[in-house]
């Protein structure tokens, strides 16, 4: 496979490769993205650390 992972833009949702953390990115400068984790903590990471999160889709149900 090989391919390069999705840009990080803000406004995504990320996860932290190390511990599985969410959250979402406020701010980008360069390598880094700032980012505002689910526990309110707001920090500065570099982008090989974050995995852009497929957004869940609320289920859909029949009418």
């Not at 932290?16 to 390598?31: L, M, N, P, T, W």
């Not at 852009?52 to 889709?57: N, P």
């Amino acid at each position: 496979m090989g391919g390069r992972s999705p840009v990080i833009q803000v406004g995504d949702l990320v996860v932290f490769v190390k511990d599985g953390a969410k959250g979402v990115v406020i701010s980008i400068e360069e390598e880094r993205c700032q980012v505002l984790w689910e526990d309110d903590f707001v920090s500065w990471e570099q982008r090989e650390c974050l995995l852009v999160a497929k957004k869940e889709q609320p289920e859909q149900r029949g009418r």
